[in-house]
């Protein structure tokens, strides 16, 4: 059943060889896993200890000075922007990769191109019209703009990865439902969406990181620091002379921990719709 | 789906093609074709920081004149496509197959790591790249940061490195980084390609006497040889265009040593505030990135509509 690359026969190796794969691969995971695990750590020490190798402080200390410093508010605006980005974004997914996946229409293929050429675009070659016009239009500063930005940058991926996941449901289903005299919208949103279900949960996750760690139309279009999201905010503290360690520790832990708890339970399917394109035959 | 019908079924499907296509291309055109468009427009013109209102005077191609004479932009163009792009996506797709091939071995199972290891494996995906930035600029710190502090101790340098700010080590330290933060994409993919192999092709080539290379060179690299194009084009993108690695780690510098095309379009028009002039660079880089896409689009896309043509 299992994949198999069996690393160990094939180097015709007895246990010694096996007890070297098992050191190697906890190495290369300890090397991965350290500078996440050690910001964590570290948000809970002082700035005093939080350099020297075995001496260790606890503290709530850091988090109580930064959220002092409003950074609940960087929380508010991170949390709004991207929440209200990823459910816009994702409901006009949905309808559309069901277009794309089931319906025939003219256009379709040069459509459905243009979708795919959307992610592959420079998006800094975007940032800097769209500064133009916002600045025009009287737009910076201003939260709508970034839920514009937002909808729009996570748009291609969320319907290509839709798309992805609908080949898996049934077209037997959606026939019933049609003759049975339901709408289309009736399909995609009563009969559909139950079943693909995980899949718009992960799509929508997806989405949801890319908008959370979003850094550079979030600097374009926010100078008001009150507007300010996470990764703007917590930049900020690393200075360039005076580091803020401790703030800047706990923002950072902070930012990673939404993303690092809502990856791990979706990890297993997110990858394989992300792998979906490249791994069939 | 065709042979399927009752009366009203067409203009049915009229109003749900309409609801469903016409706010997405909506936002798509906004977002992508107008700024473009705009962009292009801008690149001919030499509009600065004052005139972002009413717009620069025509200049015809002396942007694109500027930019082609000039020495910098020849040092740009060789970070961006060389040691950002190249040597950038070639370690991480290689590191990517190394660890692909580790992580899916029995032994990893037969000592219950297997789960271990893939959850692990996620952290540094699910790590923002502000926060990777910011932990790695850390880490490379001369002064407080763990690797100098551990070099040092191991007597392996007398003088700790100040990383970032050496010509020499600049480089090495960006990829590494950007390295760090992506690897975990390409392997997680090329693992789930390696777990589609029918463990038979395998038990065929060996007892057809196949060597390791052998089995390497003519069953796995063709299996997983899908996997590699679409995430070498989708790491490419990825890379090529990323402007946050490079601006937060480095500031571009020291000096513009590292300066890349997406920190010139930047510094260009928010720095320097010559519009036109990073209006221009930028259309070169999306030129060239319209290539890629459509190299991407011969690869992925055509897969992909021909089945959904079906």
């Known amino acids: ?281 | 789906m065709a042979a399927i019908s009752r009366p009203g079924l067409w203009s049915d499907r009229r109003r749900f093609l309409t609801v469903a296509l016409v706010p997405t291309f909506f936002f798509l055109a906004c977002f992508y074709v107008y700024p473009t468009v705009f962009n292009l427009e801008t690149s001919f013109t030499d509009m600065s920081l004052f005139g972002l209102r009413k717009g620069g005077d025509w200049v015809g191609i002396e942007n694109y004149l500027e930019i082609l004479a000039s020495g910098d932009f020849r040092r740009v163009l060789w970070n961006t496509v060389i040691w950002l792009t190249l040597v950038g996506v070639g370690v991480r797709i290689l590191l990517g197959l190394v660890l692909a091939f580790l992580l899916n071995s029995p032994v990893l199972k037969r000592w219950r790591l297997q789960t271990l290891a893939r959850v692990l494996l996620i952290v540094p995906w699910a790590t923002p790249p502000v926060v990777a930035i910011v932990v790695w600029r850390w880490l490379l710190d001369p002064r407080v940061g763990a690797i100098n502090a551990a070099l040092v101790s191991a007597g392996l340098v007398d003088q700790p490195i100040a990383f970032l700010a050496e010509r020499l080590w600049v480089w090495p330290a960006l990829i590494t980084i950007i390295t760090w933060n992506t690897l975990p994409l390409v392997t997680l993919t090329f693992m789930a390609s390696l777990q589609s192999l029918p463990e038979e092709l395998i038990e065929a080539a060996r007892i057809d006497g196949a060597s390791r290379w052998q089995q390497i060179r003519y069953v796995y690299l063709p299996h997983l040889k899908p996997a590699i194009i679409v995430m070498v084009l989708m790491s490419t993108f990825w890379t090529f265009n990323n402007f946050v690695y490079v601006w937060l780690v480095t500031g571009a510098g020291p000096g513009l040593y590292t300066n890349v095309m997406a920190t010139e379009v930047y510094i260009q028009a928010f720095i320097n505030g010559r519009f036109g002039f990073s209006a221009a660079t930028g259309v070169i880089m999306a030129t060239i990135m319209t290539v890629f896409g459509l190299i991407y689009l011969r690869f992925v896309a055509e897969r992909e509509l021909a089945e959904e043509q079906t």
Do not use: H
């Open chain 1, 1 to 281: 059943m299992s994949p198999a690359f069996r690393l160990g026969a094939w180097l015709r190796i007895g246990l010694l060889g096996e007890l070297a794969i098992v050191l190697v691969t906890l190495l290369v995971l300890f090397l991965l896993v350290y500078p996440t695990a050690w910001v964590i750590l570290a948000s809970f020490r002082t700035p005093e200890t939080m350099f020297v190798a075995g001496r260790w402080a606890f503290t709530l200390d850091n988090y109580a000075k930064l959220l002092a410093t409003g950074f609940w508010r960087n929380i508010a605006n991170s949390l709004l922007l991207c929440l209200v980005s990823v459910l816009i974004s994702t409901v006009l997914a949905v309808n559309a990769a069901y277009a794309f996946s089931r319906l025939r229409f003219p256009g379709k293929r040069s459509l459905f191109a243009s979708v795919l050429f959307g992610q592959t675009f420079p998006w800094i070659v975007l940032v800097t019209p769209i500064f133009i016009l916002c600045a025009r239009l009287g737009l910076l500063n201003n939260p709508v703009s970034m839920i514009f930005v937002y909808v729009a940058v996570t748009l291609p991926f969320s319907i290509y990865l839709l798309v992805g996941y609908l080949r898996a449901v049934p077209r037997s289903l959606d026939e019933a439902a049609i003759i049975d005299g339901a709408t289309q919208l009736q399909i995609v949103w009563r009969i559909v969406l139950p079943i693909m279900l995980p899949g718009i949960v992960a799509t929508a996750t997806y989405a949801f990181l890319l908008c959370w760690s979003e850094y550079l139309f979030a600097l374009a279009l926010l100078t008001q620091d009150e507007l300010k999201t996470m990764p703007l905010a917590l930049y900020a503290y690393f200075g360039e002379n005076v580091t803020e360690w401790g703030s800047v520790m706990a923002a950072s832990a902070l930012t990673t921990l939404p993303t690092l708890l809502l990856f791990l339970p979706l990890q297993a399917r997110m990858t394989s719709g992300l792998a979906a394109g490249s791994v069939k035959q």
